[in-house]
């Protein structure tokens, strides 16, 4: 089993930057590839960003390419997502998902972290 805790959200004016982490823990972990979610109110839940966890290659979404940059340290077992030239847009829950070796789909999610872009 897996857990994922997400950390680093809070609230932000336009233009700023935030830094979330997601630390993994329970069995070895050695995801095939780490993402990035998001939720905004009323909304269903989007993808930001994935990171191959062993090549470290990524995708982003067009919405956040550019602004956002999504890293990993391995021995702390943690992933970020470095979040500048924020906008009111990109409020919402953040979530981090681990996907397994061999599985076609996110394997574990973390609680989520609130970010608030103030206008």
């Known amino acids: 089993q897996v857990q994922l805790v997400e950390s680093g959200g809070g609230l932000v004016r336009a233009g700023g930057s935030l830094r979330l982490s997601c630390a993994a823990s329970g069995r070895t972990?050695?995801?095939?590839?780490?993402?990035w979610f998001r939720q905004a109110p009323g909304k269903e839940r989007e993808f930001v960003v994935t990171l191959d966890y062993s090549a470290g290659t990524t995708y982003y979404?067009?919405?956040v390419k550019g602004r956002f940059t999504i890293?990993?340290?391995?021995?702390?077992?943690?992933?970020y997502?470095?979040?500048?030239?924020?906008?009111p847009e990109d409020t919402g829950v953040y979530y981090?998902?681990?996907?397994?070796?061999?599985?076609?789909?996110?394997?574990?999610?973390?609680?989520?972290?609130?970010?608030?872009?103030?206008?």
């Open 29 to 35: 972990f050695s995801p095939a590839y780490m993402g």
């Open 61 to 63: 979404a067009d919405s």
């Open 71 to 79: 890293s990993r340290d391995v021995v702390k077992n943690t992933v």
């Open 81 to 87: 997502l470095q979040m500048n030239s924020l906008k």
């Open 96 to 119: 981090c998902a681990a996907q397994l070796q061999f599985s076609g789909s996110y394997d574990y999610w973390g609680q989520g972290t609130q970010v608030t872009v103030s206008s």
